[in-house]
């Protein structure tokens, strides 16, 4: 009888450490047909130029005349928000006149598969523009100041009161895109849909 109780306890001892990850079986192929969850993404790392002034965590693009437009990430799923602005570093303040500081555009290649940094064709295409009411007022930049956007990707085209405002064929598709700030200044963020 005591065999028996002690071949039970053996058992038991034996299911839970092994259903505990501590005991692995040696020399067998286990193979479980599961459903596994996807592998999270490492952490996007972006490289910041010194005496960049901007939110820390961000992805600044080239500067003009110490301006930078940035974005949280460099690439994105369709779906997400995507954190973008401007940040002035300078010592002078920017003005920027509303309507449509900002413009979001889509690059659009010809079919021989060029990129934007080697084309022979293609363009950017504006599928969106900034939400904020078209006033003509002016926005100043002072130095060290910065100007952020939220833009849901998920909902965009059918909110209310948007930062991001559809114009064109707005549709989202995996691409490269990027915020444009004209204002006489000319400065970009190129970010990627996956």
């Known amino acids: 009888m005591k065999l028996h109780i002690y071949s039970y306890v053996a058992m038991i001892i034996f299911v839970v450490l092994a259903s505990a990850g501590c005991l692995e079986p040696t020399g067998i192929n286990m193979t479980i047909n599961a459903t596994q969850e996807p592998t999270p993404e ?10 960049f002034c901007g939110p820390p965590g961000v992805c ?4 003009v005349n110490d301006v930078y437009a940035f974005t ?9 928000v995507v954190e973008f602005g401007i940040v002035n570093c300078g010592e002078e303040r920017q003005a920027f006149v509303t309507p449509d500081p900002w413009w979001i555009q889509r690059w659009v290649a ?5 990129t934007p940094e080697n084309c022979t064709g293609g363009m950017w295409e504006t599928i969106g523009r900034s939400g904020i009411s078209h006033t003509g007022d002016i926005v100043y930049l002072y130095p ?5 956007v939220q833009w849901d990707t998920a909902s965009w ?3 209310q009161g948007k930062n991001v405002e559809p114009v064109g064929n707005s549709t989202l598709t995996p691409g490269t895109y990027r ?5 006489g200044i000319n400065i ?7």
Do not use: H, L, Q
């Open 42 to 51: 490492p952490c996007e790392t972006c490289t910041v130029p010194e005496g």
């Open 60 to 63: 600044p693009g080239e500067p």
């Open 72 to 80: 949280d990430r460099n690439t994105y799923r369709i779906g997400e």
């Open 110 to 114: 010809n079919t021989s598969g060029c």
């Open 144 to 148: 060290g100041d910065n100007w952020t």
């Open 157 to 159: 085209d059918a909110a």
């Open 179 to 183: 915020i444009w700030i004209w204002n």
């Open 188 to 194: 970009s963020k190129e970010f990627e849909f996956v």
